[in-house]
């Protein structure tokens, strides 16, 4: 007897597995009440802090609003940070 069992099928069980696997971790979520709380509200939330982000939060502080900067990485600074200040703009030679 041969084995009929071929990449597709393979792809098809693990999709499968994987759908299972987060149906059963979301049957499991804990009960509203236990879910943290939220009381902090501002005007603009800013995600990410690389030169758009702060940017944009440093003229929204200027226009009066409330800001809350969000940052993935351990330092401020973001992707930015990363590419050493180097970018594009128009209308220039790069």
Request: aromatic content about 6%; glycine content about 12%.
């Amino acid at each position: 007897m041969t084995s009929s069992f071929n990449r597709r099928d393979f792809l098809h069980s693990a999709g499968l597995i994987g759908l299972a696997t987060g149906f059963s971790s979301v049957a499991h979520a804990a009960p509203a009440a236990e879910l943290p709380k939220w009381d902090e509200s501002v005007d603009i939330l800013v995600v990410g802090s690389g030169f758009a982000g702060l940017a944009a939060a440093y003229e929204a502080k200027k226009a009066g609003a409330d800001v809350l900067v969000l940052e993935k990485m351990q330092t401020p600074g973001g992707n930015s940070v990363i590419c050493g200040g180097d970018m594009c703009a128009v209308g220039t030679p790069q």
